[in-house]
């Protein structure tokens, strides 16, 4: 399967907790993205980044969300001090630089009880 | 700041039903326009896109055409299938950044029955 992958594809934690959410876009791809989708809502964008470079932050990236792209492969998101409120579908995306079209993974969801 | 909105749903047909999704956006630039469709278990896949005014976007008997007077992109298939059966997300993208920023409106979950 050569389309972007994301890890763990679920995760119920305590609140308080922190968690680390892993995304491997398509390996050609340049441009990763990252989305927060609630029930019954359409995703919201977090962040993108260019390569390795984080380019543009959403204002719902609070000071608990960080974001990483080292060396412009893979990209981790990572939530300390989880609340309840942060209980979403975390999506993760790709795309390549000349099309622009994304290309999105299944998402990891996130239970904070 | 830009948006997109959507008809609620659910929408619910009997197989072989005309389908339209009704999509009006906001936007203070010139957007690509775009359908995604997520089914039950899988990520959202990209089904059409129109770039520009007057574009018509198609792809698995599905249509829209991006209308700038009415700043719409209503999205129709003449005879929907029960493996129609998904949530459709019409969405707008903000190249502004130099990148494809994609706006999302809320969804709209169909369901098509035999």
């Known amino acids: 399967d050569t389309g972007v992958s994301q890890n763990p594809r679920h995760k119920i934690t305590k609140r308080g907790q922190n968690v680390t959410f892993r995304c491997d876009p398509i390996?050609?791809?340049?441009?990763l993205y990252w989305y927060r989708q609630t029930l019954g809502q359409g995703p919201e964008f977090l962040t993108y980044?260019?390569?390795?470079?984080?380019?543009?932050k959403s204002r719902l990236l609070s000071d608990r969300f960080s974001a990483e792209r080292p060396k412009g492969s893979f990209s981790t998101l990572e939530i300390q001090r989880t609340e309840q409120g942060d209980s979403a579908m975390y999506l993760c995306?790709?795309?390549?630089?000349?099309?622009?079209?994304?290309?999105f993974g299944e998402g990891s969801r996130l239970t904070v009880l | 700041g830009d948006s997109v909105t959507q008809m609620e749903g659910p929408v619910t047909l009997s197989e072989e039903a005309f389908l339209t999704i009704n999509c009006t956006y906001t936007?203070?630039?010139?957007?690509?326009l775009f359908w995604y469709v997520q089914y039950p278990g899988e990520g959202l896949q990209l089904l059409l896109k129109?770039?520009?005014?007057?574009d018509k976007g198609s792809n698995k008997g599905f249509e829209a055409t991006y209308r700038k007077e009415t700043t719409s992109f209503h999205l129709e298939k003449g005879s929907v299938q029960v493996s129609d059966s998904a949530v459709y997300f019409c969405?707008?993208?903000?190249?502004?950044?130099?990148?494809?920023?994609?706006?999302f409106g809320a969804g709209t979950r169909l369901a098509v029955h035999p």
């Open positions: 995306a790709s795309s390549p630089p000349v099309t622009g079209e994304l290309f």
């Open positions: 390996s050609e791809h340049n441009r």
């Open positions: 980044f260019q390569n390795e470079a984080q380019l543009e």
């Open positions: 936007a203070t630039g010139y957007p690509s």
């Open positions: 129109a770039t520009k005014a007057d």
């Open positions: 969405a707008l993208g903000d190249f502004s950044g130099g990148y494809n920023k994609l706006i």
